[in-house]
């Protein structure tokens, strides 16, 4: 299974990621910026940060000193508003078996599985916060976080021990 957000839904967060490292400094972003720190293609950066602005996540001010900036502290903002924002709610509308073979109209085998493993999710999602997010985004960036055990883009990237042996 293949669990990832949708382009808009990644450059959202992107966006939002930019925003909430740039908090403390109380500068707003020009697009420009975004655009540059987080490959947000150009063609959807003023689109997405409207979405985040529309959501209550960001502010804008036209003008030269202007941009966009968070509302509210990142450690105030859930990284479920910000997926939400651009991915729309996140709960399922239809039926986890999609077309199959559907034996009740309300209610299939997979429902309950399907909606506690939703609401898990979400509870996951709403527990961190975009300053958490932005945390561990800096530790990347300076090559001080650990990779995982099972990175999510398996055969990618090759540990140092397996390099070597490789050598």
Same mark, same amino acid.
């Given at each position: 299974?293949?669990?990832?957000?949708?382009?808009?839904?990644?450059?959202?967060?992107?966006?939002?990621?930019?925003?909430?490292?740039?908090?403390?400094?109380?500068?707003?972003?020009?697009?420009? %910026? +975004? #655009?540059?720190?987080?490959?947000? @293609?150009?063609?959807?950066?003023?689109?997405? &940060? !409207? *979405?985040?602005?529309?959501?209550?996540?960001?502010?804008?001010?036209?003008?030269?000193?202007?941009?966009?900036?968070?509302?509210?502290?990142?450690?105030?903002?859930?990284?479920? %508003? +910000? #997926?939400?924002?651009?991915?729309? @709610?996140?709960?399922?509308?239809?039926?986890? &078996? !999609? *077309?199959?073979?559907?034996?009740?109209?309300?209610?299939?085998?997979?429902?309950?599985?399907?909606?506690?493993?939703?609401?898990?999710?979400?509870?996951?999602?709403?527990?961190?916060?975009?300053?958490?997010?932005?945390?561990?985004?800096?530790?990347?960036?300076?090559?001080?976080?650990?990779?995982?055990?099972?990175?999510?883009?398996?055969?990618?990237?090759?540990?140092?021990?397996?390099?070597?042996?490789?050598?």
């Amino acid at each position: 299974m293949n669990m990832t957000l949708s382009k808009r839904g990644d450059y959202v967060v992107r966006s939002a990621l930019c925003l909430a490292r740039a908090y403390e400094s109380g500068q707003y972003r020009k697009i420009r %910026e +975004v #655009v540059a720190e987080m490959a947000v @293609p150009r063609t959807f950066a003023s689109q997405i &940060l !409207g *979405e985040l602005v529309r959501a209550e996540i960001a502010v804008s001010k036209a003008g030269r000193e202007g941009g966009y900036r968070l509302a509210l502290p990142p450690e105030k903002i859930t990284v479920l %508003e +910000v #997926v939400e924002a651009g991915e729309g @709610p996140l709960r399922s509308e239809r039926c986890a &078996l !999609g *077309e199959g073979p559907c034996r009740w109209d309300l209610v299939c085998p997979m429902h309950d599985t399907w909606s506690a493993a939703t609401a898990a999710l979400r509870d996951t999602l709403a527990q961190a916060t975009l300053a958490s997010l932005a945390a561990r985004d800096e530790a990347i960036e300076a090559g001080t976080y650990p990779t995982p055990a099972e990175p999510h883009r398996s055969g990618t990237r090759q540990s140092a021990a397996a390099t070597a042996t490789q050598g």
